[in-house]
């Protein structure tokens, strides 16, 4: 039973980072959307525009990664886990 509750944490954690990297995403979306628009827009603010939109790209990125490492941690554990004993003995050829 703790197995399955453990499991259950730890498909939590997953879609949990699941939807920061859904925000990180949208995040890395809008710096690219608010270059293009501040380029098109207004040339004279192109500097702080570039500025903005590099910091905000280079903060995407290394949360991505950050998430992206969680994501294969917590799919890793997941796998690791030992499945519970009454299924050990059902299914001792699979395991």
């Given at each position: 039973?703790?197995?399955?509750?453990?499991?259950?944490?730890?498909?939590?954690?997953?879609?949990?980072?699941?939807?920061?990297?859904?925000?990180?995403?949208?995040?890395?979306?809008?710096?690219?959307?608010?270059?293009?628009?501040?380029?098109?827009?207004?040339?004279?603010?192109?500097?702080?525009?570039?500025?903005?939109?590099?910091?905000?790209?280079?903060?995407?990125?290394?949360?991505?990664?950050?998430?992206?490492?969680?994501?294969?941690n917590?799919?890793?554990?997941?796998?690791?886990?030992?499945p519970?004993?009454?299924?050990?003995?059902?299914?001792?050829?699979?395991?």
């Amino acid at each position: 039973m703790n197995n399955k509750f453990e499991k259950n944490k730890l498909d939590l954690a997953y879609q949990r980072q699941l939807c920061y990297l859904n925000i990180v995403l949208l995040l890395g979306t809008i710096g690219l959307l608010s270059f293009i628009g501040t380029f098109i827009w207004k040339r004279d603010f192109l500097f702080y525009g570039v500025v903005i939109s590099i910091s905000v790209t280079l903060i995407s990125i290394f949360w991505h990664y950050k998430i992206d490492n969680n994501l294969k941690n917590i799919s890793n554990e997941i796998k690791n886990l030992s499945p519970p004993k009454h299924l050990k003995s059902r299914f001792r050829k699979y395991l």
